[in-house]
Nanobody, 124 residues
Framework: QVQLVESGGGSVQAGGSLRLSCQAT????????MAWFRQVPGKEREGVAV?????????KYADSVKGRFTISHGDAKNTQYLQMNSLTPDDTAIYYC????????????????WGQGTQVTVSS
């Protein structure tokens, strides 16, 4: 069983930055894929990741965050970060870290492991 521990959410004004962190509690296989999903107020969690990174470091981004968000590995491949810059009120959401092992590492995959979520609030 794998647990994902998130940190780094908070409140910021538009144009500001935040960095989210996610650590898996044990070392996973080399086919590990990690991603971030978000749930905006009043809606269900989106089924497509806003950012993901595979074990080899290949990244993918949703168009809505491309050029503003950067996902990266920590020193250990079971840790990843989401650097969020130029935040807007539309980025306000609960952000969930997710992981899968052995899948295709696509933004629309049914990730099997989830964190508890961390709130990001951007004020105008």
């Amino acid at each position: 069983q794998v647990q994902l521990v998130e940190s780094g959410g908070g409140s910021v004004q538009a144009g500001g930055s935040l960095r989210l962190s996610c650590q898996a509690t044990r070392t996973l296989a080399r086919t590990l894929c990690m991603a971030w999903f978000r749930q905006v107020p009043g809606k269900e969690r989106e089924g497509v990741a806003v950012a993901l990174i595979d074990y080899d470091g290949t990244t993918k981004y949703a168009d809505s965050v491309k050029g503003r968000f950067t996902i990266s590995h920590g020193d250990a491949k079971n840790t990843q970060y989401l650097q969020m810059n130029s935040l807007t009120p539309d980025d306000t959401a609960i952000y969930y870290c997710a992981a899968e092992v052995g899948g295709d590492c696509r933004p629309e995959d049914p990730f099997g492991y989830w964190g508890q979520g961390t709130q990001v609030t951007v004020s105008s």
